[in-house]
């Protein structure tokens, strides 16, 4: 009997204060469901992804956790489920599903950063267990008429600066993006179709390879720095601002 009433007695001041949490978790899930930008979008400490949706309808992913949030995730890979050696036309407009592997779209992208100063930032897990980061404050991207050509600089991380890497043939700042139809690369073949499988930033060619075959073999497989190979990979971008 007195256990009875012990529970009965939780049970009754849990319910009192119930109200206030669940305002505060309703607050918050209703500011997110209101945003059309990630930046937008309430920090989280309990929900590290949050989906909204544009002004236009489109569906985004955003991480509302890592490095204060605000992120609005562009790539993801986690399984090797979803198709990555696609032609331009999809790699423009974007392509897999936001529960699982995708490319958000270089339209979608540049329209999304066409404001602001962007930062991108990487994270990743390698295959030996390492969780690694690379992240540049710096990060714009051109229109399709310039081939949605990238210039990146300020990087801080753990994984390495490959977006910089060497002085001439790896250095992917100022590079236009490339798919195995249409070649924009520096490389006298085409890095995508005959060596990487993977569209991207190439110059002659690249030393990130995020696109490519999930189990492939060098210099086909999807990789950070030539060879570290993941199991998981996201690439985000945000507004920028002083820290």
């Given at each position: 009997?007195?256990?009875?009433?012990?529970?009965?007695?939780?049970?009754?001041?849990?319910?009192?204060?119930?109200?206030?949490?669940?305002?505060?978790?309703?607050?918050?899930?209703?500011?997110?469901?209101?945003?059309?930008?990630?930046?937008?979008?309430?920090?989280?400490?309990?929900?590290?992804?949050?989906?909204?949706h544009d002004v236009?309808?489109?569906?985004?992913?955003?991480?509302?956790?890592?490095?204060?949030?605000?992120?609005?995730?562009?790539?993801?890979?986690?399984?090797?489920?979803?198709?990555?050696?696609?032609?331009?036309?999809?790699?423009?407009?974007?392509?897999?599903?936001?529960?699982?592997?995708?490319?958000?779209?270089?339209?979608?992208?540049?329209?999304?950063?066409?404001?602001?100063?962007?930062?991108?930032?990487?994270?990743?897990?390698?295959?030996?267990?390492?969780?690694?980061?690379?992240?540049?404050?710096?990060?714009?991207?051109?229109?399709?008429?310039?081939?949605?050509?990238?210039?990146?600089?300020?990087?801080?991380?753990?994984?390495?600066?490959?977006?910089?890497?060497?002085?001439?043939?790896?250095?992917?700042?100022?590079?236009?993006?490339?798919?195995?139809?249409?070649?924009?690369?520096?490389?006298?073949?085409?890095?995508?179709?005959?060596l990487y499988h993977?569209?991207?930033?190439?110059?002659?060619?690249?030393?990130?390879?995020?696109?490519?075959?999930?189990?492939?073999?060098?210099?086909?497989?999807?990789?950070?720095?030539f060879s570290t190979?993941?199991?998981?990979?996201?690439?985000?971008?945000?507004?920028?601002?002083?820290?």
């Amino acid at each position: 009997m007195l256990l009875q009433l012990a529970v009965l007695l939780v049970l009754a001041i849990a319910s009192e204060a119930s109200p206030a949490a669940q305002n505060d978790a309703t607050s918050s899930t209703a500011k997110a469901s209101q945003a059309a930008k990630c930046a937008d979008v309430p920090t989280s400490t309990n929900e590290q992804y949050v989906h909204i949706h544009d002004v236009e309808g489109r569906e985004l992913l955003c991480d509302t956790y890592t490095d204060g949030g605000k992120w609005t995730v562009v790539q993801l890979r986690t399984d090797g489920s979803q198709d990555f050696y696609l032609p331009w036309v999809d790699y423009e407009r974007g392509f897999g599903n936001k529960t699982g592997e995708f490319w958000l779209g270089l339209s979608i992208m540049h329209h999304t950063m066409r404001t602001d100063r962007y930062e991108m930032r990487i994270d990743f897990n390698t295959s030996i267990g390492q969780r690694l980061y690379a992240q540049y404050n710096n990060f714009t991207l051109a229109n399709a008429v310039d081939n949605y050509r990238i210039h990146i600089s300020g990087y801080k991380g753990t994984a390495g600066d490959y977006f910089l890497y060497g002085r001439q043939y790896y250095n992917l700042d100022g590079m236009a993006f490339s798919t195995y139809d249409r070649d924009n690369d520096k490389s006298a073949v085409n890095c995508v179709k005959d060596l990487y499988h993977g569209a991207w930033w190439h110059n002659s060619c690249t030393s990130i390879n995020p696109n490519g075959d999930w189990k492939g073999y060098s210099p086909a497989q999807a990789s950070w720095g030539f060879s570290t190979r993941f199991t998981y990979f996201d690439i985000k971008i945000r507004p920028w601002f002083p820290q």
